[in-house]
């Protein structure tokens, strides 16, 4: 199994370009948003504490567990990211200003149009096309620069 560090250098090798990198600043955490809110909008028949369950807090519960087997430190900024994307969810869901599965559907949509438009302007083709989990890398590769920056080691 590759370390972090070790992914996250493969996957820094596809992202040197500055636009590239400004784009993935945007789109990646609106990815991770907008996959969030489609799988928040799976809900199940069950009720734990007051709390209705819905398919993103199990599969977050999974994505954690991924994370930490990564990096005993990075895995909490991800956890953090991952209770925001779940509470915006609900605030969306509460201001019913549209269905959260229809605004998450378009994030994604337009999200990945950046995204490939980055690695365009980049010339290398994204990380994912090698291996899968490259998709999970991406917020990891971003979360790494903010824990650097408050000096907070991987």
Do not use: R
Not at 27 to 34: D, G, K, L, Q, T
Not at 36 to 43: A, D, E, F
Not at 132 to 142: D, H, K, R, S, V
Request: hydrophobic share 55%; with cysteine.
């Amino acid at each position: 199994m590759k370390t972090i560090h070790q992914w996250l250098s493969e996957y820094g090798e596809s992202h040197q370009d500055h636009t590239n990198k400004t784009i993935h600043w945007i789109c990646v955490p609106a990815i991770f948003f907008s996959i969030v809110g489609l799988l928040y909008s799976i809900k199940l028949p069950l009720i734990i504490g007051g709390i209705s369950i819905n398919v993103a807090m199990i599969v977050l519960a999974l994505v954690t567990v991924y994370y930490f087997s990564l990096s005993k430190t990075l895995w909490i900024g991800l956890l953090l990211f991952a209770v925001l994307c779940l509470w915006l969810c609900q605030l969306i869901e509460q201001a019913g200003f549209m269905q959260l599965w229809l605004f998450c559907v378009i994030i994604f949509v337009v999200a990945w149009i950046g995204q490939f438009y980055g690695h365009k302007v980049e010339g290398k083709k994204p990380s994912f096309l090698k291996d899968i989990q490259f998709l999970m890398i991406g917020p990891a590769w971003l979360m790494s620069f903010i824990y650097k920056k408050l000096g907070i080691s991987i």
